[in-house]
């Protein structure tokens, strides 16, 4: 039996890993990458049949570079996963909060536990992400360094918990997408992504909106990212609620598409809880 | 005579401290600190008149802790200003392309340099900004180490550049805002700034939108945050065209503020170009 090849980005531990095991279980075989890109690259290449990329945390927001890949390659959401994101502090077994000098995570962990961080005079180092910061950690083998990482990554790098939970937000979430070749639907899905371009003149936006709201269609979020070489002009993603082969979707999907310079439909799958 | 003040994040040689001479001229005095954050706090104590800090870029968007901090802090758009981002390779004299081994740049100094990159085997090591990136590497004084920065910052720390205009994009550009205490507006001001959140129900932003289209107010951007603890529910951060003062934006504004559940109008400025 084939073993399904699911790519994600990181190391062994990273929260990217944990949101795939939670949407396909422990059957399939994590493939590391990289860069997101390199996740993007393998779905295309056909050496992996799903990538799982994160595209927003709910206390710092969107994954620009997520939402820039979805558009730039020919791959299609077909599913969400959230994981909540608990930042632990690490450091080799022996070490003490008091031995510790210099920080290694991913900015965004820094941002996350920045009430509890700035009790402490420690150097900050931003790291490619947690995961890889608690690997470092491990590799210098120094007590006066430590991680901010998942409680996942300190068992796989052998790290020891100097703080749990410092992250300020208790419900801190990240949200994942799950990525594949195809745009794909059945009667389960519920949600809608699309991204698109508007003619650059007053009301183009809100012309496109007019169909959501027409149609008494729940729009659910609005992203903005600049059109590559173009400055000043806004891609906009849009998640909504429905199943494209309800007739009313059909309708105002065709029906804003026209009114776009660029459309593209990125997916239809089922809302996470 | 005293000289007026003016805040920036990072340290003499920054892209942020070319955008404050740009528009206040050579006659201020500009005060270096160490976070976006810590401009606004000097701010609020008085310590500077007026802070100057990024809020997009052309081509890796919005600065997202910015738009945080503009709804944190009491503090106002007063202006804005824009300075083309050209990135230079640079290392300490005597050092050649064939001798670097690791590259020291802000991420967004990375990004904005890929496709260059590419063309490397080079270990990318992210920092805390660009010319602290280039005083690093002036203070290791090792041939095998550059940074990637603005010219003005390879003059400054008296390093050398090994390749010119290394950014894909030769149009990149960040548009910064001035900040000040209060809330300004005079006939010259043509572009307005607010963040407001809506009610958690289908159409509320369309029918936040619609004052915009309704009177025929030409919207320049929108951009979504996520509203602190409560997860999946955003900050709307909108700019449009008008003056404050104008009978049609007067109501317009003062309808929207009432469909909303929170507005704040962050400022009226004249745009730059």
């Known amino acids: 039996m084939t073993v399904l090849k699911v790519g994600f980005q990181g190391v062994k531990g990273a929260y990217s890993e944990e949101a795939l095991i939670q949407f396909f279980g422990d059957t399939v075989e994590p493939v590391t990458h990289k860069t997101f890109e390199d996740v993007c690259k393998a779905l295309e290449d056909d050496t992996i049949t799903y990538g799982v990329l994160p595209i927003e945390n709910s206390s710092t927001g969107a994954i620009t570079d997520v939402y820039d890949l979805l558009n730039k390659y020919d791959c299609y959401i077909v599913g969400e996963s959230r994981v909540k994101v608990n930042h632990h502090l690490m450091g080799i077994p022996g070490s003490t909060i008091e031995d510790i000098k210099d920080v290694y995570s991913h900015p965004q962990g820094f941002e996350q536990s920045k009430d509890y961080l700035s009790g402490y005079n420690w150097k900050l180092i931003p790291y490619y992400n947690t995961a890889?910061?608690?690997?470092?950690?491990?590799?210098?083998n120094k007590k006066q360094i430590a991680a901010i990482a998942s409680k996942k990554a300190a068992q796989i790098y052998g790290l020891h918990i100097l703080?749990?939970?410092?992250?300020s937000n208790h419900q801190n979430t990240t949200r994942f997408v799950i990525l594949g070749k195809n745009l794909t639907s059945d009667n389960t899905c519920n949600k809608i992504s699309v991204v698109?371009?508007?003619?650059?003149?007053?009301?183009?936006?809100?012309h496109v909106l007019k169909h959501f709201a027409e149609n008494d269609i729940n729009m659910l979020k609005i992203e903005s990212r600049p059109v590559g070489h173009t400055p000043w002009e806004y891609y906009f993603y849009i998640d909504f609620e429905?199943?494209?082969?309800?007739?009313?979707?059909?309708?105002?999907?065709?029906?804003?598409?026209?009114?776009?310079?660029?459309?593209?439909?990125?997916?239809?799958?089922?809302?996470?809880?």
């Open 196 to 206: 698109l371009s508007t003619p650059h003149k007053a009301g183009a936006l809100y």
């Open 242 to 273: 429905g199943n494209m082969n309800d007739t009313i979707i059909k309708d105002a999907l065709a029906h804003m598409s026209k009114d776009c310079h660029h459309f593209k439909l990125l997916g239809n799958y089922k809302k996470s809880n």
């Open 163 to 167: 703080a749990n939970q410092i992250n």
């Open 132 to 140: 890889k910061s608690a690997e470092y950690v491990m590799n210098q």
